[in-house]
C-alpha cells in the first residue's frame, strides 16, 4: 500500500488528503456513491503510458519495461536511473483533495487484487450493506476480501477502512459527530506506514 492520507481540521471544515503512487486505489463513499480519490499507476492508462514513452520506457503486454505492471513506485530501485536523470518509474504520488460532508461515510483503500474484479462502486456497495447491518468495519474488510476471492483475484489482498460517521447515528441525527476508525492494521504498524511513506514521498 502506497498512500499517504491526511484529515485536516481547520476553522470548522474536514479536508481529507490522498496521496498515492501505484496500484492501490482510495475510494470514498458519499451518500452511497462512489468517489474515486487516487488514480491507479498502470502502464495501460494513456495519461501514464505517454509519461513512460517521453522518458524513454516502453510497454510491452501491459508492463512498465516488459517487467513491471505499475508505472509509479517507491521501491523497484533496479529501475530507476540515478538521481537527477528523469526515470520512466518514478515515486511521484498523485495528490487529491476534498472537503468532506456530512453525507461522507466511509473510505476504503485497498491494494490492486480488490480492484482486479470488482469496480469501485460494487466494492462502496458491498462495504456500505455491511455496515448498515452491524457497523463493523474490520468485518467488512473481510467481507471484501473474501468476494474478491469469490471472484478468482490472483493479486495481493489488503483493505483498509476508514468510517468517518456511524451509519446508524448519521441517520438517527442531523448534525452527527465525526469518528473515525481504522481496522486491519495495528498503531504501531500504522505508524510504521506513515514513517515509511513520508520517507518515501521525500525521496
Not at 513491471?68 to 536511473?81: F, H, M, Q
Request: aromatic share 4%; charged share 25%.
Amino acid at each position: 500500500m502506497k498512500f499517504h492520507i491526511q484529515v485536516d481540521v481547520k476553522c470548522g471544515i474536514s479536508r481529507l488528503l490522498v496521496a498515492n503512487a501505484g496500484d492501490c486505489r482510495a475510494v470514498l463513499c458519499r451518500k452511497g456513491e462512489a468517489i474515486d480519490m487516487s488514480q491507479d499507476h498502470r502502464p495501460s492508462y494513456a495519461s501514464e503510458r505517454k509519461r513512460v514513452e517521453e522518458l524513454g520506457g516502453f510497454i510491452d503486454d501491459g508492463y512498465l519495461n516488459g517487467v513491471l505492471s505499475v508505472t509509479r513506485a517507491l521501491g523497484d530501485w533496479d529501475l530507476k536511473l540515478s538521481r537527477g536523470n528523469p526515470s520512466p518509474l518514478i515515486a511521484e504520488p498523485d495528490v487529491r483533495q476534498i472537503v468532506l460532508t456530512e453525507d461522507d461515510e466511509f473510505l476504503i483503500i485497498a491494494c490492486d487484487g480488490i480492484w482486479d474484479v470488482m469496480s469501485s462502486q460494487q466494492a462502496i456497495s458491498l462495504v456500505r450493506r455491511g455496515l448498515r447491518r452491524h457497523d463493523d468495519p474490520g468485518q467488512c474488510a473481510r467481507d471484501l476480501v473474501m468476494e474478491a476471492l469469490r471472484l478468482n483475484t490472483f493479486d495481493n489482498l489488503t483493505v483498509i477502512i476508514v468510517c468517518f460517521t456511524s451509519l446508524d447515528h448519521r441517520e438517527a441525527s442531523p448534525t452527527p459527530q465525526r469518528r473515525l476508525k481504522c481496522c486491519s492494521l495495528s498503531a504501531e504498524a500504522l505508524c510504521s506506514l506513515r514513517n515509511l511513506l513520508d520517507g518515501g514521498v521525500n525521496q
